[in-house]
């Protein structure tokens, strides 16, 4: 099969792109320049693909020849601009980079024929938050309080609104939550906050320590974007989706900073970081249980598993193993556990 992806070079588009090459799938990859000693950086995974393009999605032009030349079964949209705090510092950018950039790749994917399926992942924060306990569920009102969750709820309705107007491609949205594994150096993440510290020997600063998120590792979610991508490819699974964890991963920013912590062998305290920031809901949870009833899927790792191997990625880079290496090796761990189940 071959499959665009955008946004390749970020976190969680590194760890997809490898997963397909591996599978033996033909991968392209259109998306900015990766930050220094990123995943994608880390592991070479431009020499795992056919094609590592650099574009910016907002150009229109750019996303359209990109489609055109990879001329791919399946388009996973990924690029973004996926943090709340950056959104306060430059809104246009967000904006433009989180809702034209995904009307150019609607666009395209509708202009070029070989595209069967296209996916385009949004966030959990595309919810209007309530602060409930239970989990969002896909049909509950979209909202977004700060500019980054805005700008992503205009995409999930602009695709939305696209697929209702322009039959044709078989379209479905992703909606994740606090995503987790080896390899994310994003800044204001939590996990990379806490792996920085822990190398440093330093005390991880909280912002948010009681703020409850539903944790999920990578390989997780992204198996949920290839559930997902192969019911679209049979002619089902269009429109919104979850993939969040069991209940029982929704848990504090403490309890999961302490945990890491605990992991990593080390006693090292939090400290809380009592400068001034910008509003982030208390409490954000996921329902997903209309992926698993309806598609199959389920989270493999529970929530001390996914951290557990997030810590066990970061500390077997950090003392010398490949990067590569050590991905490859998770996603076939990842995989069997598949298998046995």
Avoid at 115 to 143: C, F, M, P
Avoid at 189 to 206: C, F, G, I, T
Avoid at 214 to 228: E, F, I, N, S, T
């Amino acid at each position: 099969m071959r499959v665009l992806v955008t946004g390749h070079t970020g976190f969680k588009g590194a760890w997809l792109a490898m997963w397909l090459a591996q599978q033996g799938h033909r991968v392209f990859g259109l998306a900015l320049e990766p930050e220094s000693g990123s995943l994608f950086e880390q592991a070479d995974v431009g020499a795992m693909l056919q094609v590592d393009e650099r574009g910016d999605v907002r150009d229109q032009s750019r996303v359209l020849q990109a489609v055109r030349d990879a001329a791919p079964d399946v388009v996973i949209h990924l690029a973004a601009q996926s943090l709340v705090r950056p959104s306060y510092d430059d809104p246009r950018w967000t904006v433009e980079t989180n809702v034209l950039g995904t009307l150019s790749v609607l666009e395209a994917v509708s202009a070029v024929e070989s595209v069967q399926a296209a996916l385009i992942v949004t966030t959990d924060k595309v919810y209007r938050n309530v602060g409930r306990s239970d989990g969002h569920g896909e049909d509950d009102a979209l909202g977004g309080h700060d500019p980054y969750s805005a700008s992503k709820a205009m995409a999930d309705i602009l695709t939305s609104s696209w697929a209702a107007s322009f039959p044709g491609t078989s379209f479905a949205i992703a909606r994740a939550g606090n995503v987790i594994g080896g390899g994310d150096i994003s800044v204001d993440r939590l996990m990379p906050d806490v792996m920085r510290a822990l190398k440093s020997s330093l005390s991880v600063q909280l912002r948010y320590p009681t703020a409850v998120r539903p944790w999920q590792h990578v390989l997780d979610c992204l198996a949920g974007y290839l559930v997902l991508t192969e019911a679209l490819l049979s002619g089902a699974g269009q429109g919104a989706w979850n993939f969040g964890p069991e209940p029982a991963a929704f848990q504090t920013v403490q309890e999961t900073a302490e945990l890491a912590s605990r992991a990593w062998g080390s006693r090292q305290a939090w400290v809380a970081d009592e400068g001034e920031h910008p509003y982030e809901a208390e409490m954000l949870t996921l329902d997903a249980s209309r992926a698993r009833s309806e598609l199959g899927w389920r989270d493999r790792l529970d929530y001390q598993e996914a951290i557990e191997w997030t810590v066990e990625w970061e500390k077997r880079v950090h003392e010398g193993e490949s990067a590569r290496e050590v991905s490859l090796k998770q996603i076939a761990q990842f995989e069997a556990l598949g298998r046995s189940s």
